[in-house]
């Protein structure tokens, strides 16, 4: 029986608008999944919309991956 896994993706985005990625932001996140688990698949850049007015931020969206328990 082929192993079967489950996956989380995670939507990082900076407050401010034209406000920087913090690497330390990323880093937490990544060691935070990895104590339960989670294993990074993939990081994708976004257009990820705001709350406030039409526009968006750039921003990050992290896919993790784990064996089904």
Do not use: C
Not at 10 to 15: A, C, G, H, I, N
Not at 19 to 35: P, T
Not at 58 to 64: E, I, K, N, P, Q
Request: proline fraction near 1%; hydrophobic fraction near 40%.
């Amino acid at each position: 029986m082929a192993e079967q896994y489950e996956y989380k993706v995670v939507e990082l985005r900076e407050k401010m608008i034209g406000g920087k990625m913090s690497g330390d932001k990323l880093e937490r996140v990544l060691n935070d999944h990895a104590a339960q688990g989670w294993q990074l698949k993939a990081i994708t850049s976004a257009d990820v919309k705001g709350r406030i007015g039409p526009g968006g931020v750039d921003g990050l969206l992290v896919t993790f991956e784990r064996a089904r328990r």
